[in-house]
């Protein structure tokens, strides 16, 4: 099925470990994006993509990396989890035309808990 | 300061009653999207807009560009609709997300 993938589903992490995020696409789109969602607060972004090899700061970026070496893939990493990143993460995707970004599509979410 | 602002947060609705959520933003926008959030988690898509109103099945998404507000009607609301209805409001690159308005239909 076409769409969006996240790897993995749940993770527990402690304090300073550090853990990669998996997130492929097979839409062939040049956006990508990571965000993080918390109770009241809304879905915020960290990182973005606007296409292979190229990523830039969202609203939320400190503690996170990223990497798009390939189009169909986008990685978030966390080099010395916090308990304050303890949160659900989702990946997403899109593509523009114009002014406008289409077919924006969710992967199914990464429940993280650091403790 | 928060850039997209919905309202209610929280809505119950009886089935078969007509919703309304609506979506105020303070960014210049090229599209406002609404998004759906399933109990389980999963988001999806429903609209894109930057002019007018769109409709697909009992769903209608309208917006007003001069005033900045959205709204996402349901009509003959189901309890298959009781989700977290997000509106995005897209810029450039970027989106910027609504808390969401977490709606309960009961049968």
């Known amino acids: 099925n076409a769409g969006v993938t996240q790897t993995p589903k749940f993770r527990v992490l402690k304090t300073g470990q550090s853990m990669t995020l998996l997130c492929a696409q097979d839409?062939?789109?040049?956006?990508m994006y990571w965000y993080r969602q918390d109770p009241g607060m809304g879905l915020r972004l960290i990182h973005y993509?606007?296409?292979?090899?190229?990523?830039a700061k969202g609203e939320v970026p400190d503690g996170y990396n990223v990497s798009r070496l390939k189009k169909q893939n986008f990685l978030l990493g966390l080099e010395s989890a916090a308990p304050s990143q303890t949160s659900v993460y989702f990946c997403?995707?899109?593509?523009?035309?114009?002014?406008?970004?289409?077919?924006?599509?969710f992967g199914s979410g990464t429940r993280l808990t650091v403790v | 300061k928060n850039e997209v602002e919905q309202s209610p947060q929280n809505l119950t609705a009886q089935e078969g009653e007509f919703i309304t959520i609506n979506c105020s933003y303070s960014v210049g926008i090229s599209a406002l999207h609404w998004l759906q959030q399933h109990p389980g988690g999963g988001i999806v898509s429903l609209f894109m807009?930057?002019?007018g109103k769109k409709k697909h099945g009992r769903l209608i998404a309208t917006i007003n560009i001069q005033e900045k507000h959205s709204s996402l009607h349901i009509t003959a609301s189901h309890p298959r609709d009781s989700a977290v209805y997000i509106c995005?409001?897209?810029?450039?690159?970027?989106?910027?997300f609504g808390t969401g308005t977490s709606l309960t239909v009961i049968p």
């Open positions: 807009l930057s002019s």
């Open positions: 839409m062939n789109h040049e956006y």
């Open positions: 995005a409001a897209n810029t450039g690159n970027q989106f910027y």
């Open positions: 997403a995707s899109s593509y523009r035309e114009g002014n406008y970004h289409y077919g924006y599509t």
């Open positions: 993509s606007v296409g292979e090899g190229t990523t």
